[in-house]
Structure formats: C-alpha cells, structure tokens
C-alpha cells in the first residue's frame, strides 16, 4: 500500500500543474475574484484598444469577438480616437450573476476643458467566468450604432469698435474676395497679364510678384478651387468690377464676404490695425484658441485687445449620423455655450481723425499727428502715413518745439522774464562747442519772447546754466514727458536730458542733445500749456487703463500766461506766420527743426500747438523745413475740422 501511494501521487500533481497551464483565463477570474479584473481589463481596453484578455458578449447573449469590439469602439469615439478619456469606475453592484458598474469618463475636449459624464458597464456571469455586455451605450447612453462621437465649435460674434460718441468705427462691411478658379482657366499667362493691367492702374494692394507667382498657384490648386487674388472693400471694387467680370469665363470669379473694417482702408490703421484670417504665427502663440479660417487681430488695437474682442468659442459634443440621402444629424450631448466679444470704445473723434489723415497725406514723407481735446484729456485723432504707429512710439528729437518746455522752466523758476532782453548772437560757444541758428539767424539784443518767437537757438543756449542741471528734467515732468503712462497701448512719453555736461544741457535747451520725445507726448504738452495742467491723454473709455498716471499740479498763471502770449506770438510774426489766417480763432504754437544725425541737413521737422479745444502735434520724418511741411500740415488740418 506504501508503495502504490508512493507512485500515484505524483501523478496527481502533473495534473494540476497541466490545468493551471491550460486556463490561465479561469484562474484569473474565478468566482472568489468576482467581475472586477475583467472590468478593468475592459476598461484598460477601452484606454488602449487591446482587449486580449476580455470575453464579451451581445445584450441577447451571443458571443461578441473582441476585434468586432474594439472596430465598433473606435468608430463611436469619433473624433476622440485619439485622445482616451480618464475612466473611474465605481464598486460594481452584483444581483444574481449580473454586475452593473458606474463608470465616470473625463474626456478631454481641443479646448483643452474637459467633458465628464457617467456611463453604465453591464456584466453577466457563465460559469466562473464574467463577461462584459457590449452596446454602444457602453461609450455613452444616447449612442446607437452607427453614431459617431463629434465636436462643433461655436464661434462667438467678433465686437466692434466704437469712437468717444459711440458709434461705431470698426464693424462689417462689404467685401469682394477675387480669385481664379483653375479648371475655367483657358489660357493663364494671358489671364495674368490682363489682371496685371487692372490692378497696376490703382492702389490695389496686389504687385507684379503675387500676379507672377500666379500661374503657378493655379497649377497647384484643386480645378474647383477659388486661388485667391486680392479682397477688395465694396466701394473699391466698383470702379474695375466690369473689367473684371469680363474675364469671368476665362476663368476669374467672386465671392461677397463681410469683413470687420474701418470707415476707409487708411482710418488710424497703424493704431487700429486690421482683422484678418489668423495667421500661422497668431495660432502657434496661443494653441488650441483658433481654428483656421478664425478672424483675428492681425496689428494694433484689434491684436492687443483680441482676446477680449474675439470672445469665447463655444463647444458641442453631439452624435453624429449620416443620414442615407448624404446629410449629417446631430443630436447634442454636451455643450459650453460661446460668449461673444465685449466692445472696444475709444476715445476718437471720427472726424478729427479723418481732417488729420487727409492733413498728412500732402506730404510724401512718414509722418504722424496726435490731437487731444484740452478740456477732457482725449485723443480725439491718432494719425499716421505709414504703417507704423509714430504718433505713440517714435524716439526722436523734438527740436525747438522743446523750447517751449525750457521756457516754461525758466519762466516758472523766475530766471527769465518774457520782456527780459536775451542776445541772440549767430554764434555762441559753450566748452568750445559752437552752437549756431538755423540760416544763421542774429538778432542781436531782443526780448526774450522775440528769442522764442524767431526760435533763437543760441539766446536759449546761453540760459541753460540759469536751468541747473535738473532743471530742465523738472520742467519736462511738470510737462508730462517721462511719466510712466497708461494709455492701454504702448506710448513712448520722452526722455529728457538731466545732469550732463555743460555742452549738453545747452543743445537740449533747445531740444538736442539726449532728449528724445513722442508725438503724443509733445501733443500732451501742448495741452498742458494750454489747459494748465497737466493730464495724461485718454485713448480708452472702455475698458478704462488700469493704472492711468495722477494729474500734474496746477502751473502757475504767471508762468503759463506769458508763455501763451509767446506761444501766440510765433504765429502772429514768428516762424509760423501761414497759420496766422486759419479759420476758427487764434492759432497758438511752436515749430521746430530737429536734428538727428551729425549731417545738419538732416533734420525732422515739427509743429505743436493748439486753437480752441484742440491740441495737437504734427511730426514729419526728414520734413526739413517746418514752414514747408508740418505747418502746412497744421493748417489743413485745422481747416479740414471745420
């Protein structure tokens, strides 16, 4: 008996070793494990697409195979195939060898928010063995097969913007989109060269280089597509829109849009800016806030405040079915409403702003003008001839227009007196520099209110040291220039000379040296003057800047009072004398020539001031002459407001 015992036994051990080798399955879900590990092995499934260890089986109770699954998965998922959701599962509740488990899915949205929601597991039990009911409510309850998980975007309503009446500046306007469509092209080159001919003939935007880069975009292009040429405001494209349907059968086509625009195509367009399709460059900075085709911000106000003027996109998770006719039907499951933009209201006059752009567009040179209305502080125009925004960030010289503010100084300080007689010798010599006048101008002994209204530069050379070497920084605070602002843009506010040599301070009396200002920032001075005080100019009523700089001190009447006649006298017999006839009452003022290299025929050319409620800066780039450019820039601005 020992030894049967001895040989059996063995033998029964092979066989359970066989059988453990043989149903791994059956030992990792027997009945003491109960339906967990096979719930999480769906669920790790689910997550990664691999259901090797899973057993499923239809809500009727037929064999599921998992390949069939995972296909029709992936086909639910829809647009979420490739990014899994975060799963949570819940104890499951057994009854009678059916488990239902809570799952909470997290699945993260291309807004990068995240859509949560609870779906339902259903397990039955065969033997020892769970098995996972598949159905499409598995991925969602409202989900059927054949549906398809997809996400609409909803696009908020761009804002407008609005000028300090509340009308509006910026809003939709009609717009011709011109373009070729390949596949009615018959001949291309001559097709080009008939475009070429139009749009050469006017201010089009569109040059020789895009019209000769435009057979070869054709030749790319898909034979339906419309190859775009230019957009075109409405009242623009009437004058060459007979030329240009004459060519619709060869191959030209339109398409009428409305774009967010401003009154003209030039209307404060280096301050606005423009809005346009989003730019490679723009959807980079800010991954996931646009989608391609998204109207954007594109320079200006519109980019730095797009945020705010673009709003929130919306978002709808929907199931989406294709019907047999071709059509789509959604059925929404989730939806984050979008918000539309908040307005921007600015401060600007619509028709200062536009008697100041057909003021600068007599000269051929960049140049900028700013204009404040002197009882509130607002910049009621903003104007450039260029692309770039000079009127708030140029760094120049302000030349004799700064002699205003070196007056003020010596007036306020008591040093000088507008009666006091002041030399004004062609030459004066400081620490053996030679300081000289413009045309070498010698008035010899005048009163000081003479010195300014000729624009004496050595008269003003010999009072720097009167000044000490802050004087002129004081008087330049007192002005506003160097202050830290807070206009809601960018704006340069000045840098003015302190503390240098004795040679320096006499070139910046006078407005050389290391002074450097802004056009805003000399319209801010003239207001000043003019008012008596110094406020920082306001650009935005809505939103209001956070942070905008506290008002200056009431100036002394008995400083302000001669300066104004001073200020006056430059128009009546000074350097300004073309703006003494101007409609609409007296002129005040100061011009100014500033060089900015070592050549000294290299010079800017300014003009500040004001008449009535308006102040108001003129600079022109390499403008020479002031009585040439900036004055005559000032009088037709003023006569355009009328």
């Not at 291309?188 to 139009?198: F, G």
């Not at 022109?620 to 005559?632: F, M, R």
Request: glycine share 8%.
């Amino acid at each position: 008996m020992a030894l049967r015992s001895k040989v059996r036994r063995p033998k029964i051990v092979l066989s359970l070793v066989a059988m453990s080798l043989l149903f791994p399955a059956l030992a990792a879900c027997s009945k003491d494990d109960g339906p967990e590990p096979m719930l999480d092995a769906f669920l790790t499934g689910w997550r990664t697409g691999t259901y090797d260890k899973v057993t499923f089986v239809s809500p009727t109770g037929q064999g599921v195979a998992a390949d069939t699954v995972k296909t029709e998965l992936r086909a639910l998922e829809g647009v979420f195939r490739d990014t899994p959701p975060t799963l949570t599962k819940q104890a499951p509740a057994v009854n009678q060898g059916l488990a239902t488990t809570q799952i909470k899915v997290a699945q993260p949205l291309p807004d990068k928010t995240v859509w949560e929601y609870t779906t339902t597991v259903r397990m039955t039990k065969a033997k020892d063995n769970w098995q996972v009911v598949w159905e499409p409510a598995i991925v969602h309850e409202k989900l059927t097969k054949g549906d398809e998980l997809a996400v609409r975007r909803l696009a908020p309503a761009r804002a407008g913007v609005f000028d300090g009446t509340g009308a509006e500046i910026v809003r939709p306007r009609p717009v011709v989109v011109i373009g070729i469509e390949p596949q009615k092209v018959k001949d291309i080159d001559a097709l080009v060269k008939e475009l070429t001919t139009i749009f050469t003939s006017g201010a089009y935007d569109v040059s020789k280089d895009d019209l000769a880069k435009l057979p070869a975009r054709v030749k790319e292009a898909k034979p339906d597509a419309l190859v775009e040429i230019v957009t075109l405001r409405r009242e623009i494209y009437e004058p060459i829109r007979d030329r240009l349907r004459a060519l619709m059968d060869r191959g030209v086509q339109f398409r009428e849009e409305e774009w967010l625009l401003s009154p003209t195509r030039t209307f404060a367009r280096a301050l606005l800016g423009t809005v346009g399709p989003v730019t490679k460059e723009i959807m980079d900075s800010k991954p996931g806030a646009y989608q391609v085709g998204d109207q954007a911000g594109l320079g200006g106000i519109q980019r730095t405040y797009d945020d705010r003027l673009r709003g929130t996109a919306g978002v709808s998770v929907v199931s989406s079915r294709k019907a047999s006719d071709g059509t789509v039907q959604d059925t929404p499951l989730y939806t984050v409403e979008d918000k539309d933009g908040q307005k921007l209201q600015l401060a600007i006059d619509q028709k200062a702003q536009i008697a100041a752009e057909k003021a600068l567009a007599a000269v051929k040179q960049r140049s900028a003008m700013v204009a404040i209305r002197i009882s509130d502080g607002r910049l009621v125009a903003v104007a450039n001839s260029g692309a770039d925004n000079l009127a708030f960030t140029a760094q120049v010289p302000p030349g004799s227009t700064f002699k205003a503010v070196s007056a003020y100084g010596l007036l306020d300080a008591g040093k000088v007196t507008a009666n006091q007689i002041v030399p004004c010798p062609k030459f004066l010599t400081v620490e053996g520099r030679q300081f000289k006048n413009s045309n070498f101008l010698e008035l010899g002994n005048v009163p000081f209110h003479t010195d300014f209204a000729k624009s004496c530069n050595t008269a003003f050379a010999s009072l720097a040291p009167q000044l000490g070497p802050d004087g002129l920084l004081n008087a330049g605070t007192a002005l506003g220039l160097g202050q830290t602002w807070d206009l809601g843009v960018p704006a340069f506010t000045g840098r003015v000379s302190a503390g240098g040599t004795a040679t320096e301070l006499a070139a910046a009396t006078f407005g050389q040296g290391q002074t450097i200002v802004s056009p805003v920032a000399m319209a801010g001075v003239a207001a000043a003057i003019a008012r008596g005080q110094w406020k920082q100019p306001v650009l935005l009523l809505d939103p209001a800047p956070a942070k905008p700089a506290a008002d200056g001190p009431a100036l002394k009447p008995t400083t302000v009072d001669p300066l104004r006649a001073m200020m006056r006298e430059v128009v009546t017999v000074g350097t300004a004398t073309a703006l003494k006839d101007v409609p609409g009452g007296a002129v005040f003022g100061k011009t100014g020539t500033a060089e900015y290299d070592d050549n000294p025929a290299h010079t800017h050319a300014w003009f500040i001031g004001w008449q009535g409620d308006i102040a108001f800066a003129v600079f022109v780039e390499d403008g020479i002459k002031p009585s040439e450019t900036a004055v005559p820039v000032s009088a037709a601005f003023l006569r355009n407001l009328r």
